[in-house]
């Protein structure tokens, strides 16, 4: 009776380290493919909002990190797509907020294999860089003037709303199927809003 006793207790002992180890390895394997908070995707840097006249001038800094799916997508000669979207609004408490200002932005980012050269291009402007993060670089520097049409009230406070994306929708069909299960297609910064006083 106490031979059997003693080889179940060891048998439950060997079930027990054998699922702490194997504990102690999915959580090393997890996070192995688990990446860092921060470490890709797009943060917004301190934008400001300056009034001019009858214009308004954006700047905002952003801080642009590709996944390795869209880096290895760029590096194979597949233009990707990003929109700046930016919204200055005043808020009204009688009815809807009034958008005095809604602006979008397209960004075109591609790799030229016979030159070797990386390619950004904003509206009908194009610049050649020798490298991906020199393009980023630039890419992640945002000056935009705009005129307002009736101007800006002196004495109310407006709320700026700003983002800076992937734009899916512009992506070769074949590519637009795979982003739209995977976060690695998904890079994106979250609405950064706030306060803007003439």
């Known amino acids: 009776m ?3 006793s003693t080889r179940c207790c060891r048998r439950l002992e060997l079930l027990g380290a054998l699922l702490a180890l194997w504990l102690v390895a999915a959580a090393a394997i997890a996070t192995l493919f688990t990446a860092p908070a921060g470490a890709q995707g797009i943060e917004v840097k301190k934008p400001t909002v300056t009034i001019e006249d009858n214009a308004f001038v954006l700047d ?3 801080d642009i990190t590709l996944t390795p799916t869209l880096e290895e997508a760029v590096n194979k000669g597949v233009p990707i797509y990003f929109l700046l979207e930016f919204e200055l609004i005043r808020p009204r408490w009688y009815w809807f907020n009034d958008r005095v200002v809604s602006l979008q ?4 980012l591609s790799y030229n294999a016979l030159t070797r050269q990386y390619r950004l291009g ?3 402007l194009y610049q050649n860089f020798s490298t991906l993060s020199e393009a980023l670089e630039v890419m992640s520097r945002v000056r935009k003037r ?3 049409q009736g101007g800006l009230g002196k004495d109310t406070t407006y709320t700026a709303a700003l983002r800076f994306r992937l734009d899916t929708s512009q992506l070769p069909k074949p590519f637009q199927l795979n982003a739209l299960g995977s976060s690695q297609w998904q890079v994106s910064s979250d609405w950064f809003r706030w306060t803007v006083t003439p």
Do not use: D, S
Not at 105 to 108: E, I, K, L, N
């Open 2 to 4: 106490t031979v059997f």
């Open 60 to 62: 905002a800094q952003f």
């Open 105 to 108: 932005q397209h960004y075109r």
């Open 122 to 124: 904003v509206g009908h």
């Open 146 to 148: 705009q005129e307002i």
